[in-house]
């Protein structure tokens, strides 16, 4: 039992090694049009093995920022089955329709799915991305 705990260790001390990837900056209209949304890591890059923060801007479809949402965050790998390994939550208001999540991990490279529902007080819509992340 050791012996696996270390091998999961070193795996995991890998993984951080190579821990950077750039270039995720997502952008698409909410299911039902209400909104659209563009979603990115706050510094740029994706962080592979670690905690991170990334950033959800929500305007109406004409451009106006939406200030008044309340969102949760969801999502996973639907080839392997599996879900997000943490729990990102939506902290803080940011100004300009920007929206702070804190605790995003991914903990290997692939095809990932994040889904966000989002609410103001006139309405409810949902928003799905999916991206790649290789090392
Ligand atoms: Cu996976």
Known sequence: MKALSTILWIGFLCVQAMSAWAGVDLKAPSLDSAFEVRVFPRDGQVLVGRYHQWVVQVTDPNGQVIDNASMTVAGGMEAHGHGLPSKPQIT????????????????????????????????????????DIEF
Do not use: H, K, S
Request: glycine share 10%; charged share 20%; aromatic share 18%.
């Open 92 to 131: 803080r208001y940011l100004g300009d329709g920007q929206y702070l999540i804190e605790g995003m991990l991914f903990n290997m490279a692939g095809r990932w799915t994040l889904l966000f529902v989002i609410q103001t007080p006139q309405v409810m819509d949902r928003v799905r991305f999916d991206f």
